[in-house]
């Protein structure tokens, strides 16, 4: 039996299974806000063409408006000035969009400090216990966040200082963008970094340094409770859309039970 038949199968039996870590994307899917004088991206909206009637009598579509950085989606290194001469998303190589996965579980953290930052020291305690971090691999950093992904407000968690969510640290930030050999960061929050990341310095880190470094993000994962610590691969392919800063995209981990 070849690999791929091999693959086939186990996906078929069960040996392997398909995890989906995306958020179902509707009118209800939590967006990103910025304040002024800042834009803003657009919610999810979808509207009827045809539906079986006059319109179309056999078939049924819609017109599609939506931001690329909506719901679970795919930051391409172009998205940040830092990496302005950067792939679009439609040159990310394909070779890149399968790729093995860790997790690194902060749910008990976040869930006593929204605020809480992952720090280099957090994830050289992690491979002391678990190995190394994967070789042109994903970092997903879970922290719980996706339990809120249903109400807008209780996921940005803002106040009158801004949102507070998990993230990581500028020191971090730039050790996973210079120092580890990861393909990118997925997060369960509305973007790779914390709420409060605007008053970092620099502002934003993770797309700073990682955008920068030709890596990638990874945005409103879920379920990332059912993966294992390690060995899980993660599949995700964003549209190619030609010169486009991101995607939403449909991120399947496959993970061998």
């Known amino acids: 039996m070849s690999i791929l038949q091999s693959l ?3 996906v078929r039996s069960g040996a392997v299974e398909v995890v989906d870590l995306t958020a179902p994307l509707s009118e209800e899917t939590p967006i990103l806000q910025l304040p002024p004088p800042f834009g803003n991206t657009i919610p999810f909206r979808k509207d009827e063409i045809s539906r079986y009637d006059d319109r179309g009598p056999a078939w049924y579509w ?3 408006h939506l931001g690329e950085h909506v719901g679970t989606h795919f ?5 940040w000035v830092t990496a302005r001469d950067g792939q679009d998303v439609s040159q990310v190589p394909p070779r890149s969009l399968i790729a093995p996965a860790v997790v690194l579980d902060f749910t008990a953290e976040a869930g006593k400090d929204p605020d809480f930052l992952l720090r280099i020291e957090h994830v050289q305690e992690w491979e002391r216990a678990n190995g190394p971090l994967p070789e042109g691999g994903w970092l997903l950093y879970r922290t719980g966040w996706d339990s809120r992904a249903a109400d807008q407000a ?6 009158e200082t801004g949102p507070h969510t998990p993230g990581v640290s500028v020191e971090c930030a730039r050790w996973l963008a210079e120092q580890t050999p990861i393909l990118g960061i997925g997060v369960e929050t509305v973007g790779t970094d914390a709420g409060a990341a605007h008053s970092f310095d620099p502002a934003f880190p993770c797309h700073s340094f990682l955008l920068g470094a030709g890596k990638y993000g990874l945005t409103q994962l879920r379920n990332l409770d059912l993966l294992p610590v390690t060995g899980a691969v993660v599949v995700a392919p964003p549209l190619p859309i030609v010169g486009g800063s991101g995607s939403p995209v449909r991120v399947l981990a496959l993970v061998e039970r």
């Open 62 to 64: 819609n017109d599609l």
């Open 154 to 159: 209780a996921f940005l968690n803002a106040d």
């Open 8 to 10: 086939v199968e186990s």
């Open 75 to 79: 930051d391409a290194p172009i998205h």
